[in-house]
Every structure is written in structure tokens, then in C-alpha cells.
């Protein structure tokens, strides 16, 4: 038996945006009595497309250095950490942000490319052939 | 908005009030630290490269406009996104205190600097006194 892994498409109804901004807001406010895991691992934004051949990660990431942003695939499932270092008086300071998602189709591991400019990272992952989307036609007798 | 007010500085952009143009814009994270010398602003303004930034000082107010130049290639079907292609807008107050003519600006990977100098009838100045 296999477990499929689904990913709702972003749905258009009134309601999803609103609903997204006060889940939003409330996380926010909540984060701010909590403390700890807010602070310690801010969030970025992350975007994902795909097309008919490639998958598409495009993730917000202003002020980080090519050589701190680290992209690791693991079994269908995409890493994107990145460390920024801020020179402060007391010897700078940095932070560290880390999101994961799954990306769909089967993608060729070793053709992932990457790209990073005016602070946003682009991820091109290429998919498999077999994972392409194809027509195939039925003749029914 | 104030140059000189310290709030935290908010990690998301918010909404921010339009005024003149129409156009709809987010009012994008910033930071601004005091050194004796001058004021050190950042702005995280992903997504924008030279081309699509203007700053503008002028009555008193700073204005920092931002577009992003992105746009989604045609056959890219869009499975969860969380950026947006608003324009950033960010309006500060500085009330004279910094010296227009000495502004400072650099755009690097998302992240604009600016340096602001002190006007210089703030800084500290001994009177002597006959």
C-alpha cells in the first residue's frame, strides 16, 4: 500500500485569505507570550509552482550570503536553511531560519540547481520523465 | 511614521497607509540603530534590485518606494504561495535632524542600508563661556 502525500491547492473561496490573516495574527500575538520558538526560528516566506517539467521553490531570504544558505532533498522533501550574520557592537550576532516542504512528482536529485538574486533563493528542481504529465490515448472498441 | 521612535522592529511587512498614489504597497521591515554620528537604517526589501528602488527626502520626510520586478512565468502553475508583488512604501519622519546632503544608500541582496548623518547643529558642541 502506498501513502500519497496530497497538497491542497491554495483555494480561492472569500474566506481563505481572511481566515489565513487571522491564523496569522493570533500565531504572531501567541508567539510573543510564548517567547522561545518564535525568536529562536523566524520564519520566511516560501513560494512553490510547478510546470511540466520542472518544480519551483522560490523562498524570501534578504541579507544572507550565498555560502551561508544551505539546500539539502531528502526523499521528496526540501530543505532551505540560511544563517544570517549581523556585525553588532558585542562581537555580532546571527541567525539561523530552516523551513522544509515537500515537493511533488519525483524530481531528479542531481539536477537540482539554485539560484539566489536581489534576496530571493530560486530552487529549480527538475522532474523525473516518468513523472512528466503525458497523454495517452485509449481507443475504446 | 518616525525616524526616532523605537518600536520593535517588526519581522513581517504591514499593510501600509497609501496617501497620494493608489497604487496598493506594504510598509516593509526596517531597523533603524543611533551611532554619535549618524542614524543606520535597514530595510529588507526582497525581491527589488536597483532599478525598481527610489528614495526620495523631501519636506522633512524620507521616502523609500520599492517594486519588485518578478513576475510569475507563464505556464508555472502556482501550488501554495506566501510572497506577494506589492510594492514596498515606507515613509519616515526625520524633522530636520539628519543632513539631506550626506545620505547614504546601498542595495545588496535585498538588504538597503542607509546612512544617515546627523544635521550638524545636533551634535554636542561645547559653549565656552566668557
Known sequence: MRIINYTYPVSRSPYSGLEGEINRLFSSAFADFAGSTRAVNPQFAVDLYEDNDNAYVRAELPGVTREDIGVELVDGTLTIQASRRQPSANGGESTSFSRSLSVPGEIQADKVAAAYENGVLTVTLPKKEESKPRKITVSVK | ?130
Request: net charge neutral; charged share 25%.
Open chain 2, 1 to 130: 511614521m518616525s525616524l526616532f521612535t523605537t518600536t520593535a522592529p517588526s519581522p513581517s511587512c504591514q499593510p501600509a497607509p497609501t496617501g497620494s498614489d493608489s497604487s496598493p504597497a506594504v510598509r516593509p521591515a526596517y531597523d533603524v540603530k543611533e551611532t554619535a554620528d549618524a542614524y543606520a537604517l535597514t530595510v529588507r526589501l526582497p525581491g527589488v534590485a536597483k532599478d525598481g528602488l527610489e528614495i526620495t527626502a523631501e519636506g522633512g520626510e524620507l521616502r523609500i518606494a520599492g517594486r519588485r520586478n518578478w513576475k510569475q512565468p507563464e505556464g508555472w502553475t502556482t501550488l501554495h504561495r506566501e510572497t506577494s508583488d506589492v510594492s514596498f512604501k515606507l515613509v519616515l519622519e526625520h524633522d530636520a535632524r539628519i543632513d539631506v546632503e550626506k545620505i547614504h544608500a546601498d542595495l545588496k541582496e535585498g538588504i538597503l542600508s542607509v546612512s544617515l548623518p546627523k544635521a550638524e547643529t545636533l551634535k554636542p558642541r561645547k559653549i565656552a563661556v566668557n
